[in-house]
């Protein structure tokens, strides 16, 4: 890629939109490409014990390791199963949504990988996509049919379920359907204190990003609105919350348009991370939870930024 580092700060490619963005912005900190040579690079995932970032690279059926002390990329599991998104659940444990297995796993401590769901009503899901924990240990997913479109994420096949958003009770195990009414649901997210959840809804022209209540008892959605709608040209795609609220989307598709785009609670972007490929996801971490993992189409990128990553979405276990 023609990716060039800043050789001045503050980072050009760190862009205010809204004076609320400032206090985000760290004066010496630049973007850093900390890998590239993936096909499709997505799902990062943060594991603080660990002070490494794991993320998939989809096409190539492998999930890649980056370590922060050192800066090493080595591949932590291949085949992977094409897998796409991942988080942690509250045990430090990697879950996976798997294009290949049409399914969500979990990795044991000792290794061991767990199916959570392959089915729903003896059907098979589609192929999962993105992936969050509650903190009542419900595991919240999408399941669009990107993976069984073709040969390339995945294997092709005919849909079976419509594109579900799933929530699986963490002590029963119990999968019910929260919502059936999203055309492609893709990353999810839900806001810091787990009241909103937001989605992105990538079957519609254009794209947007539509956001839910979350009910007292924490299973359950309503209140269904547009939290954004998207201009000619924009795509989101996976997403985290920051502390105060803030979505981080990663977002194109386009020159300038690509990159990580910041949106205040209230809907309105605030600032954007311009990157010369399309950033597919994203997510918090470091020792600090104050850096910003970002997976680009054929790179890995890192921001430090002001703020942290939300509890309830970076998974971090830092």
């Given at each position: 890629?023609?990716?060039?580092?800043?050789?001045?700060?503050?980072?050009?490619?760190?862009?205010?939109?809204?004076?609320?963005?400032?206090?985000?912005?760290?004066?010496?900190?630049?973007?850093?490409?900390?890998?590239?040579?993936?096909?499709?690079?997505?799902?990062?995932?943060?594991?603080?014990?660990?002070?490494?970032?794991?993320?998939?690279?989809?096409?190539?059926?492998?999930?890649?390791?980056?370590?922060?002390?050192?800066?090493?990329?080595?591949?932590?599991?291949?085949?992977?199963?094409?897998?796409?998104?991942?988080?942690?659940?509250?045990?430090?444990?990697?879950?996976?949504?798997?294009?290949?297995?049409?399914?969500?796993?979990?990795?044991?401590?000792?290794?061991?990988?767990?199916?959570?769901?392959?089915?729903?009503?003896?059907?098979?899901?589609?192929?999962?996509?993105?992936?969050?924990?509650?903190?009542?240990?419900?595991?919240?997913?999408?399941?669009?049919?990107?993976?069984?479109?073709?040969?390339?994420?995945?294997?092709?096949?005919?849909?079976?379920?419509?594109?579900?958003?799933?929530?699986?009770?963490?002590?029963?195990?119990?999968?019910?359907?929260?919502?059936?009414?999203?055309?492609?649901?893709?990353?999810?997210?839900?806001?810091?204190?787990?009241?909103?959840?937001?989605?992105?809804?990538?079957?519609?022209?254009?794209?947007?990003?539509?956001?839910?209540?979350?009910?007292?008892?924490?299973?359950?959605?309503?209140?269904?609105?547009?939290?954004?709608?998207?201009?000619?040209?924009?795509?989101?795609?996976?997403?985290?919350?920051?502390?105060?609220?803030?979505?981080?989307?990663?977002?194109?598709?386009?020159?300038?348009?690509?990159?990580?785009?910041?949106?205040?609670?209230?809907?309105?972007?605030?600032?954007h991370i311009t990157l010369p490929e399309r950033c597919a996801n994203l997510c918090f971490g470091g020792v600090a939870r104050n850096r910003l993992f970002m997976a680009a189409s054929q790179s890995v990128y890192a921001l430090y930024v002001n703020t942290q990553g939300a509890h309830t979405t970076s998974q971090s276990n830092a």
């Amino acid at each position: 890629m023609s990716w060039q580092p800043a050789t001045r700060y503050p980072d050009p490619a760190v862009r205010v939109l809204d004076p609320r963005f400032s206090k985000y912005m760290i004066f010496s900190a630049a973007i850093e490409r900390i890998a590239t040579g993936m096909r499709w690079a997505e799902g990062p995932v943060w594991f603080g014990d660990h002070r490494c970032l794991l993320w998939s690279d989809i096409p190539n059926n492998r999930v890649m390791r980056w370590d922060e002390p050192s800066g090493d990329v080595t591949v932590f599991r291949q085949p992977s199963n094409f897998a796409n998104g991942h988080t942690r659940d509250r045990q430090g444990r990697l879950l996976s949504c798997e294009h290949g297995s049409r399914s969500v796993t979990r990795t044991e401590h000792d290794g061991r990988v767990t199916v959570i769901l392959d089915k729903f009503d003896g059907k098979r899901l589609n192929s999962p996509n993105d992936i969050v924990v509650k903190s009542d240990d419900s595991i919240w997913f999408t399941d669009p049919p990107f993976g069984i479109l073709g040969h390339y994420e995945g294997h092709r096949a005919e849909a079976e379920l419509p594109t579900n958003i799933y929530r699986v009770d963490g002590k029963t195990g119990h999968a019910t359907v929260v919502r059936s009414s999203v055309n492609r649901p893709n990353g999810l997210c839900f806001s810091p204190d787990e009241k909103r959840l937001y989605v992105v809804e990538s079957g519609t022209t254009p794209p947007r990003i539509r956001v839910f209540d979350v009910s007292d008892g924490g299973d359950q959605l309503y209140n269904d609105g547009v939290f954004y709608s998207c201009k000619k040209g924009e795509r989101p795609d996976g997403f985290r919350c920051d502390v105060d609220g803030n979505l981080w989307a990663g977002w194109g598709t386009g020159e300038g348009q690509d990159g990580v785009r910041v949106f205040a609670p209230d809907g309105k972007p605030i600032g954007h991370i311009t990157l010369p490929e399309r950033c597919a996801n994203l997510c918090f971490g470091g020792v600090a939870r104050n850096r910003l993992f970002m997976a680009a189409s054929q790179s890995v990128y890192a921001l430090y930024v002001n703020t942290q990553g939300a509890h309830t979405t970076s998974q971090s276990n830092a």
